[in-house]
């Protein structure tokens, strides 16, 4: 039975439980829901990177902090195509377009995206989006190109959000995700442990994931990747118990999802992973990188399949191949809509050091 009515104090105790049992108890829900041994394989492509202007405490692309990543613009339709059918030839079954824009906004370069969208669903591949925040309008225009999936994380509890980013709100990430709602767009959110949170705030964001109804098809679970330049380059990396701790857990209480195991795995050995994929986790990111950062060898990710016995799953498994309408026969216009996102502005200290070391590292390079 899937539960929206969880409440922290129950997460927590699930968590808590020794984990020999609370793997069990995870294995047990994992086997009634999926196949143990299909795991679904999606790549990462960053189609925009960098220059963004939002401050999440994280992300190597915010433009106010000094990280050593290349920016680039929009990668053209063609690009995109050429690295859709490597992904595929490397046996994943979802191609996962990122952009470092803090909201879609209509014009030129979202007419692109819908188009990548459209070619990559027509070398009958799924296709996610994770392009910040979406209209309704959007996510239908989304849609109606033949997305299958749209990546929108909560990242962490509504009360941790709040020292991790400052220019917008939670309330932000949930609206959006009820516009992709209201399409037939599955829905991908989940978040990032040890960015200094507490266990309780990574019980908060399971609450408010088993809250949505339905609940997402679809919850990567990403361990901080602290990147030298950003506020959190100095977290220590979460340990692999807190990364089974977590995984078993969010199989628990979202039964019915796919479960991924995401961001930072560099750090994490085979058999680690294996207790994750034994704990509920049924998806993973393949490809030597991730957005920005490594991501482990798809030849090493194949031999840990064939070692464990797991399968790459094929694609529209849980879902029919959505159908692409072309741009002329759209029954969608381009609104231009301009949404009111919220931008809080409060000051967060360690966000404001990185913006400031940031800013000397600029005036040095000058000066040089
Ligand atoms: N700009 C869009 C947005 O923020 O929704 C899409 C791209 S953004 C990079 C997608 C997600 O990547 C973030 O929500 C965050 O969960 C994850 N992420 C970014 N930097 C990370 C890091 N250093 N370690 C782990 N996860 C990270
Ligand atoms: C998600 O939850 N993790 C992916 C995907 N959704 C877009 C991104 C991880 C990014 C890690 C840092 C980087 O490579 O820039
Ligand atoms: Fe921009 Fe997304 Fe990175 Fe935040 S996580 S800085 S919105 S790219």
């Not at 679809?218 to 807190?242: K, R």
């Not at 796919?258 to 085979?270: D, E, F, P």
Request: charge should be negative; hydrophobic fraction near 35%.
């Amino acid at each position: 039975m899937v539960r929206h009515d969880w409440t922290k104090e129950e997460i927590l105790a699930i968590y808590n439980k020794p984990l020999m049992e609370l793997m069990y108890e995870a294995a047990t829900i994992h086997r009634k829901h999926h196949d143990p041994n299909q795991v679904q394989v999606s790549t990462l492509l960053s189609i925009k990177t960098g220059g963004c202007p939002e401050d999440c405490g994280y992300c190597p692309q915010a433009a106010r902090y000094h990280t050593a990543i290349e920016g680039n613009d929009l990668m053209s339709v063609n690009q995109v195509k050429a690295q859709a059918l490597r992904a595929k030839s490397s046996g994943s079954s979802r191609v996962c377009m990122g952009a470092a824009w803090r909201n879609v906004k209509d014009g030129e370069e979202f007419d692109q995206v819908l188009e990548m969208v459209r070619t990559i669903n027509q070398l009958d591949m799924e296709v996610c989006c994770t392009l910040g925040m979406l209209t309704e309008n959007q996510a239908q225009r989304l849609a109606e190109a033949g997305l299958y999936a749209y990546n929108h994380n909560l990242d962490s509890s509504e009360e941790y959000y709040k020292e991790v980013i400052s220019t917008r709100g939670y309330e932000d990430r949930l609206k959006t995700l009820d516009n992709v709602r209201k399409t037939n767009v599955t829905v991908c959110s989940g978040g990032i442990i040890g960015m200094g949170e507490k266990v309780e705030d990574r019980a908060g964001m399971l609450v408010a994931l088993t809250t949505l109804n339905p609940q997402p098809e679809s919850v990567p679970i990403n361990a901080l990747v602290p990147v030298e330049g950003t506020p959190l380059e100095e977290q220590q990396p979460v340990s692999i118990w807190e990364m089974i701790r977590m995984i078993a857990t969010t199989r628990i209480v979202l039964p019915e999802t796919q479960v991924r195991l995401s961001a930072g795995r560099t750090q994490m050995s085979k058999e680690g992973q294996a207790m994750c994929f034994f704990a509920g986790a049924n998806s993973i990111f393949a490809g030597d990188k991730l957005l920005t950062t490594p991501n482990p060898d798809v030849n090493e990710d194949m031999e840990l399949f064939h070692e464990l016995g797991l399968q790459p799953m094929k694609p529209f498994m849980k879902k029919d191949q959505p159908k692409s309408v072309a741009a002329e026969a759209s029954k969608y216009n381009s609104k231009g809509e301009k949404p009111k996102w919220s931008r809080p502005a409060h000051k967060i200290d360690r966000n404001e050091e990185a913006k400031e070391k940031a800013k000397l590292k600029k005036q040095e390079v000058k000066t040089i």
